[in-house]
């Protein structure tokens, strides 16, 4: 048997610095934050802040698919334990 499930109130921040597009390609460009507060005693809250990169290119029908989706964290790796 696995570890329980540990569940978390989550808030997840998302800000675009850039948006651009040409064609049939178009990108964003930003950092988030994420904060996670648990809703049992004696789990550690989750912090995490970064960066990301999207982008996608118009499909013949004309929606917007991803091509690429990035994101990547601003803190340090945690030591190995």
């Known amino acids: 048997m696995g570890r329980p499930a540990r569940r978390y109130q ?9 948006v651009e597009g040409r064609g049939d390609l178009a990108y964003a460009r930003g950092h988030y934050t994420l904060d996670g507060t648990p809703k049992a005693k004696g789990v ?5 802040q970064g960066k990301f ?3 996608l290119r118009r499909q013949a029908d004309g929606t917007w698919r991803y091509a690429v989706d990035m994101y990547s964290s ?8």
């Open 10 to 18: 989550v808030k997840f921040d998302v800000s675009a610095d850039e």
């Open 44 to 48: 550690p809250p989750l912090h995490d």
């Open 53 to 55: 990169l999207e982008i």
């Open 74 to 81: 601003d803190l340090p790796v945690p030591a190995a334990k």
